[in-house]
């Protein structure tokens, strides 16, 4: 026949027009597959807020659009990256169900989010600045004068483009002229693959609404964007992270702004206390799609392949500008610069105490003047979050320090210093006493200094419930099982939240003081 050859290329081309992309993550299936993009947006000189955000959004349709990008049911982008207060936009009410593509009544930046979703079939979150009418029901403080509420804002995309979900942020980080709810929304949406998100903003982390709110509702899978201000020695991006996913077993999606010269940096995808499948921190800006394959909580057997990436070197990381916590107050003890097969202390801080069981060497010869240092810290007392929210922290702790100087704790060598790894930490065994309450949040809590955290394999973490107390209380066994010598921070640390369960941020009016970076960057 003469349509012996074209029949079976016409079946060909056929199957190649029709053929699925990719199958779908389904209710099934042990595992879903998520992206989470690290993304730098550093203004330009001159560019105005319009071409700034239209320049952004061509980014992050092009991530959406990638290859890279083909297998993910659900992609994440950080905080503060997109748009800003002069290009702020309307977001639908989720509960009306609308895709803003190609709807006017909206700005271009959910208009074209919303498309592209729908176009690649994914679920998205993006974090923007969102304007709404003022006053909104039972909010009774004054308008501005322009009638508007500007919030902090995540807002999720189903794979036809439809909001399903919104959150405006609460504890707020010194964000000038961003409002708050009145109260802290607990906001999720579920998924076509068997998965319900919660998602909360940054400095939500740090409180116990709204996020651990969903915890405790039985969310286990989380959406966190983030422009985190890293802290030496607790509080630095990936660690903090690991934290938190450890603590309450649960997923954890955390996308990153990458901003070193400030500090913000930190992404990565954590599988509760299977702890990080993948996790970067960069001392120069990088914008990137971060995927991975996430066992699902209820597959617990799960397969979970890590996907390691690139340290930079301490040298390296010195680059990256990080805080500092306002560690003087703690009780310490030195570290004797001594190798002990078994050493035992106590350090109390008023009746908080902490016993430290360490096995260490120490170089009897050293090649440079400069090494790290540690001391053992107990703490149990407030602290400020640079003035923006004040907090209670309970801690017990070994961390680093570049001098004999107490100043000189956590902080780092700079660029161009060299120093040795004086100590190797064969093991650490730290025990101590927490409250067994609402308001009482435990993490273990590490960094090396390449400013990553240990694999949780490298570790041990158990809590028991401790007798004879009048109220419940547990004991909190934090455990180093592998050698280190590149240690930074190994501790217990935990928040307590009674007199400060959220920021209270703006609670009473509408705008705040123009000190935040968030609005700058």
């Avoid at 405006?168 to 109260?183: D, P, Q, S, W």
């Avoid at 959406?223 to 630095?236: A, G, N, R, Y």
């Avoid at 500092?324 to 107050?329: F, N, S």
Wanted: net charge negative.
């Amino acid at each position: 026949m003469s349509g012996g050859i074209a029949n079976p290329l016409f079946c060909i081309l056929l199957l190649v027009l029709v053929a699925p992309s990719k199958q779908i993550s389904t209710p099934s299936d042990p595992h879903y597959w998520a992206g989470v993009v690290e993304f730098s947006s550093d203004r330009i000189p001159g560019e105005s807020a319009e071409a700034s955000t239209a320049r952004r959004l061509t980014e992050y349709i092009k991530i959406i659009d990638s290859a890279e990008a083909d297998p993910t049911d659900v992609i994440a982008f950080p905080e503060s990256t997109l748009n800003q207060k002069a290009t702020a936009s309307f977001v639908p009410d989720p509960n009306d169900r609308i895709a803003p593509c190609n709807n006017l009544q909206y700005e271009q930046v959910i208009r074209d989010i919303s498309c592209v979703a729908r176009n690649r079939k994914k679920y998205v979150l993006i974090n923007l600045t969102e304007k709404a009418h003022c006053p909104m029901q039972y909010d009774t403080r004054p308008c501005s004068s322009d009638g508007l509420y500007h919030f902090n804002t995540n807002v999720a995309f189903d794979r036809e483009g439809v909001v399903v979900s919104r959150y405006r942020k609460y504890n707020l980080f010194g964000e000038a002229g961003i409002n708050t709810t009145v109260y802290p929304e607990t906001v999720s949406f579920e998924t076509d693959f068997g998965v319900r998100f919660g998602h909360f903003i940054c400095f939500d982390l740090m409180f116990n609404q709204p996020a651990l709110e969903l915890v405790g509702l039985g969310v286990t899978d989380f959406i966190f964007p983030t422009m985190w201000f890293s802290e030496l020695p607790f509080l630095t991006g990936s660690q903090i992270q690991q934290g938190w996913a450890y603590a309450n077993n649960a997923n954890l999606l955390a996308a990153g702004a990458s901003f070193p010269a400030v500090g913000s940096t930190g992404t990565g995808i954590y599988a509760g206390r299977r702890g990080a499948i993948t996790t970067v921190m960069h001392y120069e800006p990088e914008t990137k799609l971060y995927v991975a394959q996430v066992p699902k909580v209820q597959f617990p057997n799960a397969a979970m392949p890590k996907i390691p990436q690139p340290k930079g070197t301490p040298s390296q990381m010195a680059k990256l500008v990080l805080k500092r916590d306002q560690i003087d107050r703690y009780a310490t003890k030195d570290l004797p610069m001594v190798s002990y097969s078994q050493l035992e202390e106590r350090v109390c801080y008023g009746s908080h105490c902490c016993n430290f069981t360490l096995s260490y060497t120490v170089k009897t010869i050293l090649q440079n003047t400069n090494y790290y240092r540690y001391k053992l810290a107990a703490y149990d007392d407030d602290r400020t979050f640079d003035g923006f929210a004040d907090g209670q922290i309970r801690t017990c702790a070994i961390f680093a320090c570049s001098s004999p100087d107490y100043s000189d704790c956590s902080r780092r060598f700079g660029e161009t210093e060299t120093y040795d790894e004086a100590v190797t930490f064969n093991s650490i065994k730290i025990v101590a006493k927490f409250a067994n309450n609402q308001d009482t949040f435990v993490v273990p809590n590490n960094v090396d200094t390449s400013i990553l955290p240990l694999d949780v394999s490298e570790t041990e973490y158990s809590v028991v419930p401790s007798t004879g107390d009048t109220t419940p209380h547990n004991i909190v066994t934090y455990q180093l099982t592998s050698p280190r010598s590149n240690l930074f921070t190994f501790a217990i640390w935990a928040r307590k939240f009674e007199n400060f369960p959220v920021s209270h941020a703006n609670r009473l009016g509408t705008m705040i003081p123009d000190s935040a970076h968030k609005e700058e960057l």
